[in-house]
């Protein structure tokens, strides 16, 4: 873990070095550029078009008082989503009803971060100059501390402050992700979600890979996380069936706007015959009718794929040698329904279906 940097990239980095995230991208150009494309990144109403249409229908909204801050814009302005320090601050997390809450290291430039057999260790900068001070032999970062002892880091813990759950004004939980998923060092949060890719994690000690920080998920770059998701398929003595198994330790999607469905088709003699479709939903709202989040005091309907879920689901259609089954497993980012309501209805991406798993199967 050392480096040798000349006198002079030492001293322009400290002249230019502010607390400003951008700071982060001369060194750690590869997750900075991955980060841009992530819904963390993106988490702000200036950003998201589904946060700000959700936002600009809350009845808060009138009396001007942004409420999401805490989890969408951490930074205390509406316009500026998570950043680099958001997480890398995060000490604990304290556990309340409503949710949960972070609690952030108030040292300037100590950094949390997770490295296997590193987790007894606090790597403070250094410097040991040689060549009569030409060149400076370093450990660490010269830009800030790192301290890899904090265990929420290794567990996916350090994502429950805002992942776990909230509850509207009330009491009703609107969204939750089960801890299960936050507890062990081998598959958690982070190990899916921010898998190992090629690539160095920081411009000055090359490494070949570093955790993936556009942070896989339902708005970007599914296919990471597909592997995840097992479509399995049987011949019955009457029709056949599909089993949908979800590996992760939460609903296979978590927030109640999104609709999973499973479309199947037939192609039988150069014919193509549309099968039902079976669609996945966790609704919430009031009065049996689905509501606006705020509103909410039941849920209204709940057939969502669950956690470590196999879901079998029956077809009654005879099948023939030389038939082909194609099944298609994916999800609307907003439901269908809702969209008009939200005034997103023209926002193709929102409103189309991606495609999460495509699956063949043939009869022999
Ligand atoms: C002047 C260069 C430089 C700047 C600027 C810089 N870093 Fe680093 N950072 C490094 C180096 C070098 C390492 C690797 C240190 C080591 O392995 O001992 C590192 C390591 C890290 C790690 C821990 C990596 C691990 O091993 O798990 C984190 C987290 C991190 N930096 C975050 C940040 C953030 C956030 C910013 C912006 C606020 C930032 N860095 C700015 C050079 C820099
Ligand atoms: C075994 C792998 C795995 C683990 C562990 C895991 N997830 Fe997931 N996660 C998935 C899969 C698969 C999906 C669904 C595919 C997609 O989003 O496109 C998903 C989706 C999500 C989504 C998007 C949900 C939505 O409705 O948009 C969030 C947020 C998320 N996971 C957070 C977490 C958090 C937080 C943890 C830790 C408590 C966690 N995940 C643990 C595999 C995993
Ligand atoms: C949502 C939380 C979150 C955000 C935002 C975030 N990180 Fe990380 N980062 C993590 C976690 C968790 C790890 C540890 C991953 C692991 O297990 O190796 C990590 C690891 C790292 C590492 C070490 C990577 C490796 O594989 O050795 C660096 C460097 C880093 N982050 C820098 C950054 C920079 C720079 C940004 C902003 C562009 C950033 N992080 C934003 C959570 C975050
Ligand atoms: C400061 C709060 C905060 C922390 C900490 C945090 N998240 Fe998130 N995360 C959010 C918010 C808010 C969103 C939704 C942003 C949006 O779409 O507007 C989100 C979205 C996501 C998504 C969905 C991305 C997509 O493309 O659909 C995944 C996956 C995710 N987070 C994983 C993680 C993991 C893994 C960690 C821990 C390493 C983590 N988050 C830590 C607040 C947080
Ligand atoms: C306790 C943390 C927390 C608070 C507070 C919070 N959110 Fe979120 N929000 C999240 C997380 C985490 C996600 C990621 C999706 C998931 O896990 O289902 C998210 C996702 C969303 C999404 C889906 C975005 C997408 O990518 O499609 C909307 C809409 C949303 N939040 C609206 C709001 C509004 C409006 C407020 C304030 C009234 C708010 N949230 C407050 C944590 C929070």
């Not at 989503?81 to 108030?106: D, F, M, Q, V």
């Not at 939750?176 to 690539?199: F, L």
Request: hydrophobic fraction near 30%.
């Amino acid at each position: 873990m050392r480096l040798v940097l000349s006198l002079f990239t030492l001293l322009t980095l400290q002249l230019s070095a502010t607390d400003d995230i951008t700071t982060c991208k001369s060194c750690h150009p590869t997750i900075y550029n991955e980060f841009q494309t992530s819904f963390h990144k993106n988490s702000s109403i200036k950003d998201d078009k589904v946060h700000a249409a959700v936002w600009n229908r809350h009845p808060a909204k009138a009396k001007g008082k942004y409420k999401c801050a805490k989890c969408h814009t951490p930074n205390n302005s509406s316009h500026e989503g998570i950043t680099c320090i958001t997480c890398h601050t995060i000490t604990a997390i304290e556990n309340h009803p409503k949710a949960n809450k972070n609690i952030y290291e108030s040292k300037a430039k100590t950094f949390y971060s997770a490295e296997k057999g590193m987790e007894d260790k606090k790597v403070i900068y250094h410097e040991k100059s040689s060549w009569f001070g030409l060149v400076k032999e370093t450990t660490g970062s010269p830009y800030h501390d790192i301290d890899y002892t904090n265990e929420n880091f290794y567990t996916g813990k350090v994502c429950m402050g805002c992942h776990s759950h909230k509850h509207n004004g009330k009491g009703f939980s609107v969204c939750q992700t089960d801890k299960a998923g936050a507890e062990s060092k081998e598959s958690n949060c982070i190990t899916c979600h921010m898998p190992k890719v090629k690539g160095s994690a920081t411009s000055i000690r090359q490494s070949k890979t570093h955790a993936f920080h556009g942070f896989a998920g339902a708005r970007n770059q599914p296919e990471m996380l597909k592997k995840y998701v097992e479509v399995d398929f049987k011949k019955e003595l009457k029709g056949f069936t599909i089993t949908v198994e979800n590996k992760a330790p939460h609903n296979l999607l978590t927030h109640p706007l999104r609709v999973v469905q499973l479309k199947t088709t037939l192609k039988r003699a150069g014919k193509t015959e549309a099968l039902k479709t079976e669609t996945f939903v966790k609704v919430i709202g009031t009065n049996n009718k689905p509501s606006m989040p705020w509103l909410a005091t039941q849920v209204v309907k709940d057939n969502m794929i669950k956690a470590k879920e196999k879901r079998v689901l029956s077809f009654d259609k005879e099948l023939k040698s030389g038939d082909e089954i194609e099944s298609i497993l994916g999800y609307y980012i907003v439901n269908p329904k809702a969209a008009a309501k939200l005034g997103l209805e023209k926002e193709k991406k929102l409103t189309s279906f991606t495609v999460l798993k495509h699956s063949y199967f043939k009869i022999p």
